[in-house]
């Protein structure tokens, strides 16, 4: 058997099948008939099925040309359709001529299709005329008729009703007024306005809208005074409303009203001016288009701008300078239009003789003065900011004149959450149990969050840091060539947890009073014992040519994770990355998809995303972690919840998460 599949059929066409072999040869044609009347044949009116008497009704008989033929209009006589004793009989369309009235209408084919049309138009509609309306074709094979029956119900013209009455104004000069006739009924008549029996016809300052029903006067002068009527006439009669405009005050304060603005106007002017000579003057490159890091975050604009703090905060050489000599660089990790990522090998880097594996950020050949002091800042940026678990940490740098510009931070040996959660899809287990290592190293998170809550007035997140990282070293066996995270299956416990980490990190940032503006799955790194890390590779990362980053105006931003508000007024805050972490929540528990799926991002999504339009939960979202996603995306930015929220509620599922398993956690509180 062979079968041919047509997609989206759009032309009729015959088709030849042939079938031979040894004995013989047989073909036979089949014809393929394409229409865009559904079952061949319909019934269309306009304007309606319930024209207003008076208006010119258009009936249309549409039939598909390869099936039908000999259209023919009717009007169905209804006595004839009752027989001798008053009882209503069965239409039969074999003989719909014995009860019906033969109407002339106009034959029409469609171009480019092969549909037939059979127009009957009856102007200027009475009631007289309500009934209904039957066209007959004729089957071109079996010669069989058919018919399709519309009754059309006709609306009496009624004279017009007005709503309400206009009411007498007083208006000062250069004020805007509105008056309205409303009118009663199905039918908008024709409306016309008077201003001293002299019909108001539209001009600049004075506008008609709604049907001629609203009349609108913007900066009233005196001239504008007078009586007003509103005429509303149609066929059956004319109703008619009036009242008087009086205007108070001047055209004096009109003049000095336009003095005014043309001074501020001026003055704004000479001052935009002073400001753009002051500008070039000093020469100061322009830092709000550099995406300054691999941690691209802003300090908290609230006090100083983010390029006069930078000079001012501090660099220490001997405690971060690290040798270039010492550093051997290796495979690139990402690089874009100013910088690049690399892994690299640093000896000695955390005081001891062995090799650690790290990554390196350093701009490209060629990079401008700028673009140097952008790395500079962001390096001075990480040291401000201080260490965390649940962020990418600084481990020195080679700032001296004999080389390179270098940031030496944390390497994460599994890459970015996006990426990880997409390869383990096939492995993702939502209630399987993990192996007792694996166990204990989500537990260890716990204990240090605990740690941290339990000694926030004496305790730095750093010693907390290190103290992890003591406990882990005591409590987990080294990591092997093929490491656990690869062989075990992804769980629910992992998506909470990893949810769970960078919420705390989050927390971190915004106690140190920083802004991420680029929160998402792909700036999130996942490192050894299931430990996830706030990241960003900013200037290692082709923005044009990411999909990811769309354009608005001159600038590529990643529109799919911005707050409203930072899409249309340009407003970063803590909270504005609130919202970016719904949108990472909704990437975690989807295992990597791309966020608004199906959608196409441009000015129309921004305005639905304003106007309160929100994704459905993802496939492994539960209903809790759906509704924490939807908190994240409130239109109220002071309506979201803090990370510190964020961190309390995702602690709690994670502990619920985990006693269901029939396993305990150490209490966060």
């Not at 609306?155 to 006739?181: F, G, H, Y």
């Not at 006069?308 to 051997?328: I, M, T, V």
């Not at 608005?552 to 529109?559: C, V």
């Amino acid at each position: 058997v062979s079968k041919l599949a047509i997609q989206e059929a759009n032309v009729s066409v015959m088709y030849k099948c042939i079938a031979s072999n040894k004995v013989g040869r047989d073909e036979r044609l089949i014809y393929f008939y394409v229409t865009t009347i559904p079952d061949g044949f319909e019934i269309e009116s306009q304007p309606s099925e319930a024209p207003i008497e008076g208006q010119d009704l258009q009936l249309s008989c549409n039939a598909d040309n390869y099936t039908y033929e000999n259209l023919q209009w009717y009007r169905l006589n209804l006595s004839k359709l009752h027989d001798e004793e008053g009882n209503p009989l069965v239409l039969d369309c074999k003989n719909v001529h014995h009860y019906a009235t033969k109407m002339h209408g106009e034959l029409r084919f469609q171009p480019d299709s092969n549909d037939a049309t059979l127009l009957l138009t009856i102007p200027n509609i009475s009631l007289g005329e309500e009934g209904d309306y039957v066209c007959e074709v004729q089957n071109r094979k079996t010669r069989e008729k058919h018919c399709h029956k519309k009754y059309i119900s006709v609306q009496a013209l009624e004279i017009p009703r007005l709503k309400q009455n206009l009411t007498d104004i007083w208006v000062n000069v250069s004020d805007s007024i509105e008056m309205r006739c409303k009118v009663d009924g199905n039918h908008v008549p024709e409306i016309s306005w008077y201003k001293d029996e002299k019909l108001v016809e539209e001009v600049s300052g004075i506008d008609l809208a709604d049907f001629n029903q609203r009349l609108s006067i913007q900066r009233v002068r005196e001239e504008d005074a007078g009586l007003y009527l509103c005429s509303v006439c149609n066929a059956k009669g004319c109703v008619n409303s009036s009242a008087s405009v009086s205007v108070e005050g001047s055209d004096d304060r009109t003049n000095v009203e336009i003095v005014i603005l043309i001074g501020t106007g001026v003055i704004a002017v000479f001052f935009w001016i002073l400001l753009i000579l002051i500008f070039c003057n000093i020469k100061r490159p322009a830092h709000a288009d550099i995406k300054t890091g691999y941690l691209s975050i802003i300090m908290d604009p609230g006090e100083v701008p983010l390029e006069e703090q930078c000079e001012y905060l501090p660099y220490d050489s001997s405690k971060w300078e690290f040798p270039r000599d010492r550093l051997r660089l290796g495979k690139v990790l990402g690089h874009g239009a100013f910088g690049k990522v690399v892994e690299a090998s640093a000896f000695g880097i955390n005081k001891s003789n062995s090799c650690e594996t790290v990554a390196v950020k350093m701009l490209k050949e060629g990079a401008t003065a700028s673009e140097h002091k952008a790395l500079m800042s962001e390096l001075k940026i990480l040291i401000h900011i201080g260490n965390h678990l649940n962020v990418v940490n600084l481990l020195g740098a080679c700032t001296k004149p004999n080389g390179p510009l270098m940031v030496i931070v944390e390497f994460c040996k599994y890459g970015n959450l996006s990426n990880y959660l997409r390869t383990k899809r096939e492995g993702f287990s939502p209630y399987r149990e993990k192996s007792p290592r694996l166990r204990i190293q989500v537990q260890s998170i716990v204990e240090a969050v605990r740690a941290d809550r339990r000694s926030r007035s004496g305790t730095s997140d750093s010693a907390i840091f290190n103290r992890f990282l003591m406990h882990k070293s005591h409590t987990v066996q080294p990591i092997q060539e093929v490491d656990d995270l690869w062989q075990s299956p992804l769980t629910m416990e992992d998506l909470i947890c990893y949810s769970f980490q960078v919420a705390r990190g989050m927390e971190f940032l915004a106690s140190r009073k920083c802004i991420h503006r680029d929160l998402a799955a792909r700036n999130i790194l996942l490192s050894e014992n299931n430990v996830v890390k706030i990241c960003d590779f900013g200037l290692a990362r082709d923005i044009y040519k990411d999909p990811d980053y769309v354009r608005k105006g001159s600038a590529r931003l990643p529109l799919k994770w911005m707050a409203p508000e930072s899409i249309f007024d340009k407003v970063y805050t803590t909270q504005s990355d609130v919202w970016s972490f719904g949108v990472l929540l909704w990437e975690i528990f989807s295992l990597g998809a791309s966020p608004y799926p199906g959608v196409q991002i441009n000015e129309e999504f921004c305005q639905r995303l304003k106007d309160g339009t929100r994704m459905r939960a993802p496939e492994y979202a539960t209903a809790e972690i759906y509704r924490i996603m939807l908190s994240c995306w409130h239109g109220d930015p002071k309506e979201r919840p803090t990370f510190s929220d964020l961190v309390e509620i995702l602690g709690n599922l994670l502990q619920e998460n985990v006693q269901q398993e029939g396993k305990d956690y150490i209490p966060l509180n």
